[in-house]
């Protein structure tokens, strides 16, 4: 194994990884988060996995002063769990916040480069549908559902994101201090549209850089009907409130 590049991460970096029952993955996940450099750390929020995951983690914490968790009593949603990791980066002066799932459809190796990126945007966006970027191994109709609501948000949105969904990012803190966490009340994919229109809405600079996505080994799937009807039905709520002046 190669040396970390120590001069990555210039300043600190917490990568939020939401999980339910995720014992088979975590503890990979992370050690390999925290070997891209020394300066990242990473904070687990669990709903209440019965699987033993926050277990696991607990152990890792007792050897790594970089691994946090916070323990939350039930499955409560990816948008409320990403807005408790912010507000816990933001409480402890972190300077980048990262979106990171806990199944290796985003690869560790990919964070230096979404913080590089950073050097020169407020929010990075990991994206599958620019040039460069890939899915690995979905079937036809998941391509056709993530693909076909990217360019609906789009469409709707105006805007020229072309992975809205994706859920590998990096935020400054300048962004998360700005936009009103408290009116994001989107708990599935439909969050990851809304935090990045909020991010472009107040000015700030997104860009996205390309990675390859592929598809959980272990585990199930956290898709499910309610989430996709959530970002259909969102997305025009979003635009009619901006049009009104009330986003």
């Known amino acids: 194994m190669t040396s970390p590049d120590t001069s990555v991460v210039t300043e600190r970096a917490l990568v939020i990884v939401p999980t ?75 300077d980048f916040a990262f979106e990171m799932d806990a199944d290796f459809s985003h690869d560790p190796d990919d964070v230096p480069r979404l913080v590089t990126a950073a050097a020169d945007a407020d929010l990075v966006l990991g994206s599958r549908y620019v040039e460069g970027g890939s899915i690995g191994n979905w079937g036809r109709i998941r391509r056709f559902i993530s693909s076909g609501g990217s360019w609906y948000a789009r469409v709707l949105l105006g805007v020229g994101i072309r992975d809205l969904t994706c859920g590998f990012r990096c935020y400054r803190r300048e962004v998360l201090e700005t936009i009103d966490l408290a009116a994001i009340d989107s708990r599935g994919y439909a969050f990851q549209i809304e935090g990045t229109y909020r991010t472009l809405r107040a000015g700030f600079r997104v860009v996205e850089i390309p990675i390859r996505f592929v598809d959980r080994e272990h585990g199930g799937s956290k898709m499910s009907r309610s989430i996709v009807l959530e970002a259909i039905w969102k997305v025009p709520v979003l635009r009619f409130r901006a049009l009104t002046r009330r986003l």
Not at 67 to 86: C, D, E, N, S
């Open 20 to 94: 339910y029952n995720e014992r088979e993955n975590i503890a990979r996940l992370v050690e390999s988060v925290l070997e891209q450099d020394p300066r990242l750390e990473v904070l687990v929020v669990d709903d209440g996995s019965p699987d033993g995951t926050s277990e696991i983690v607990s152990g890792m914490m007792e050897r790594s002063s970089r691994v946090h968790m916070l323990q939350r009593p039930k499955k409560m949603g990816l948008g409320t769990a990403y807005i408790a990791g912010f507000r816990w980066a933001l409480e402890r002066g972190y």
